[in-house]
């Protein structure tokens, strides 16, 4: 996954404050950030369990429970953002992760 900007757009609750971003210098640093922010909270959840395993259903399952998750990412040919859902983000995180296993 190329060095692309990516900004993840995401909203944790039903209230529309807790809008917020998180921006990225590669897409591979984004998926590593989304792992990092559900490893955080099932610490939150399990704060007594020292390890603390997940697969990706799991995860999917986090990312499709939050009202509203999608991703910018900049596309140097034509010097704009491009916008992508929660679907690509799973397809990105499945590709990252199954890198990552090898």
Same mark, same amino acid.
């Given at each position: ?10 909203q944790?609750? &039903?209230?529309? /404050? ?6 990225y210098?590669?897409?591979? &640093? ?17 704060? /007594? ?7 990706? /259903? ?21 010097? /704009? ?8 983000i ?13």
């Amino acid at each position: 996954m190329a060095n692309k900007h990516t900004i993840i757009l995401m909203q944790t609750s &039903q209230s529309r /404050a807790t809008r917020t971003f998180m921006d990225y210098g590669s897409i591979s &640093q984004a998926m590593d950030g989304i792992c990092g922010l559900y490893e955080r909270k099932l610490k939150e959840l399990n704060p /007594a369990i020292g390890n603390i395993t997940y697969d990706i /259903a799991d995860l999917y399952n986090f990312i499709d429970g939050l009202p509203d998750m999608s991703a910018l990412v900049y596309e140097h040919t034509i010097q /704009a953002f491009l916008p992508y859902d929660r679907r690509w983000i799973k397809q990105k995180l499945f590709q990252h992760l199954k890198k990552l296993a090898y």
